[in-house]
Nanobody, 117 residues
C-alpha cells in the first residue's frame, strides 16, 4: 500500500508564493504518474497539474505560467511551486498517483491553501 502525505499548505496573501510537497512512502515515480488536484468549497475536485513517468508535465489553463510541478526521485517527493497566488486558488490541494491505464490508485489526505489579504 502506497501512502501519500502532502504538506506546505498555509495562509498567504494575494501575489504570494507557496511550495507544496507530496511525499510517497515508496519509490513509485517510474510506475505512476503523479498529479495535484484541488477542491474549493462547493466545487468539484479539479486537476491542477500532473507529471508523467517520463517527466512530461501538464497544467490547467488557470494555473499555467504560475504553477510548476516537479519531482525529486531520490526523495520520493513531488512538488507544486505556486507563484502569483490569487484568492481563487484557495482550496484543499491533493496529490495522487495514477497508473498506466489512467486510473488514480492513491490519494493523499490534502493540504489547505488559503489566499487572502
Amino acid at each position: 500500500q502506497v501512502q501519500l502525505v502532502e504538506s506546505g499548505g498555509d495562509l498567504v496573501q494575494p501575489g504570494g508564493s507557496l511550495r507544496l510537497s507530496c511525499a510517497a512512502s515508496q519509490n513509485i515515480f517510474s510506475i505512476y504518474a503523479m498529479g495535484w488536484y484541488r477542491q474549493a468549497p462547493g466545487k468539484q475536485r479539479e486537476l491542477v497539474a500532473d507529471i508523467t513517468t517520463s517527466g512530461s508535465t501538464n497544467y490547467a489553463a488557470s494555473v499555467k505560467g504560475r504553477f510548476t510541478i516537479s519531482r525529486d526521485n531520490a526523495k520520493n517527493t513531488v512538488y507544486l511551486q505556486m507563484n502569483s497566488l490569487k484568492p481563487e486558488d484557495t482550496a484543499v490541494y491533493y496529490c495522487n498517483a495514477k497508473n498506466g491505464f489512467g486510473i488514480i490508485r492513491y490519494w493523499g489526505q490534502g493540504t489547505q491553501v488559503t489566499v487572502s489579504s
